[in-house]
Nanobody, 121 residues
Framework: QVQLVESGGGLVQPGGSLRLSCAASGSIFTINRMNWYRQAPGKERDLVATLSSDNSTDYADSVKGRVSISRDNAKNTWYLQMNGLKFEDTAIYYC???????????????WGRGTQVTVSS
């Protein structure tokens, strides 16, 4: 089995920063693509950032220039550094990844349970 656990969410004032972490554990062979999504109240879950296995990144227009995704392969962990936070960044942030488990030939897609980010003065 594979588990993804997010951490680092919390309450922050506008203009502040947070760094979210997503730790993957279990019988992992490779992590091919790492993503961060977010879901605000009453809205759909949206892709925020992607980090591919070739180290290419992609960001939603709403966060470009304020957010950076990175990873630590040795720890099977990836991060979302968020700066210049705005009220509209308030959401539950979920990590997501395409992971190939040991001893299996297919790649599965896995989700964490989410971490709340609230931007408020």
């Amino acid at each position: 089995q594979v588990q993804l656990v997010e951490s680092g969410g919390g309450l922050v004032q506008p203009g502040g920063s947070l760094r979210l972490s997503c730790a993957a554990s279990g019988s992992i062979f490779t992590i091919n693509r790492m993503n961060w999504y977010r879901q605000a109240p009453g809205k759909e879950r949206d892709l925020v950032a992607t980090l591919s296995s070739d180290n290419s990144t992609d960001y939603a227009d709403s966060v470009k220039g304020r957010v950076s995704i990175s990873r630590d392969n040795a720890k099977n962990t990836w991060y979302l550094q968020m700066n210049g936070l705005k009220f509209e960044d308030t959401a539950i942030y979920y990590c997501n990844a395409d992971i190939r488990r040991r001893y299996v030939s297919y790649v599965g897609n896995y989700w964490g349970r989410g971490t709340q980010v609230t931007v408020s003065s």
